[in-house]
């Protein structure tokens, strides 16, 4: 690839989960061809990464209600990758526009919400389309955290007592899930293309679990036998309607939510990774991380 091809590119957002993720894919030997090196890395501090050279990753400090100072970060940039918070996306895509990049990622790494996103107009009311007529926006749908579902046991279990889990339904409905890495990944796959050839919404998911599935391998691994309390779906369903209507929420009540979603008998997004959105981003380049093997190592590891 020419170097006339070869894109600039600044991700935003470093310090969440997808930060660093994102800039060893676009770092790594599988992509790096395809941009400019260092990369812009966008930041309100100044937090460095260890990980990258100078020559990989370059720092730009900047404040995000000051607009001259986001052009001017974006200024010879052709993609913005944004990874942080929602509130500052629609101020970024402006800023953006001004500098003359032409394609935009928001930050909308969420499952591909269907009509059910509706019942819970508080915990999930957030702004998911995102558009702009002088740059392309695409928006990556992923499914749910694979990281989250294993290191963090009240979103598997849907309960802060230890060993104590809850099954919705039959527990066999398919749950999808991404790996942050993989997200990273599919970013850095996507954002080379030209903008025209893409879609404005990318569907990918990296695997799919069930709630029976994963409590039995926990218990096999662990050595425990976990306390399992049956709900059904109208159950889950009021549960997280309740807790949608909160002032002060917690985890628990995020993923009642998010579970009832999930196992929605209206959901619409389960094996979205076999579509074109799959074939698009993955066409052979990485493999998908499973969640049962490293969901196994990981326990191993806590025990």
């Not at 001259?68 to 929602?86: K, Q």
């Not at 003359?100 to 969420?110: A, D, S």
Request: glycine share 6%.
């Amino acid at each position: 690839m020419s170097s006339s091809d070869k894109k600039a590119v600044a991700v935003v957002g470093l310090n969440g989960e997808l930060g660093k993720p994102t800039l060893l894919a676009l770092t790594s030997p599988q992509f790096k061809e395809y941009y400019k090196f260092p990369i812009r890395a966008i930041t309100t501090s100044n937090n460095k990464f260890d990980e990258f050279s100078d020559s990989e990753v370059s720092y730009h400090k900047v404040d995000y209600s000051d607009e001259s100072s986001l052009v001017s970060a974006f200024n010879g940039v052709d993609v913005v990758i944004d990874l942080g918070t929602r509130g500052n996306t629609e101020s970024l895509i402006a800023a953006a526009a001004k500098a003359g990049v032409k394609l935009f990622f928001p930050t909308v790494y969420t499952p591909n919400y269907g009509p059910e996103k509706n019942d819970y107009p508080n915990l999930l009311g957030f702004k998911n389309v995102f558009h702009d007529d002088r740059l392309k926006c695409v928006h990556l749908k992923v499914g749910w955290f694979a990281d989250w579902v294993i290191c963090k046991p009240p979103v598997l279990f849907l309960s802060l007592e230890p060993n104590h889990a809850v099954r919705v339904g039959d527990g066999n409905i398919e749950i999808p899930v991404t790996f942050v890495s993989d997200i990273g990944k599919s970013l850095a796959s996507l954002a080379h293309h030209p903008p025209a050839q893409l879609p404005e919404k990318v569907c990918i998911q990296g695997d799919a679990y069930t709630q029976n599935e994963l409590f039995k391998l926990y218990e096999q691994v662990k050595g425990v036998k976990l306390i399992v309390e049956e709900r059904s779906h109208d159950t889950q369903s009021q549960i997280a309607a309740e807790a949608d209507k909160k002032q002060n929420i917690n985890i628990i009540d995020f993923m009642n939510v998010v579970t009832a979603t999930m196992t929605s008998p209206k959901r619409n997004y389960i094996d979205y990774n076999k579509g074109e959105g799959a074939k698009l981003v993955n066409p052979g380049i990485f493999e998908w991380k499973k969640i049962v093997p490293e969901a196994k190592k990981a326990w191993s590891k806590e025990k």
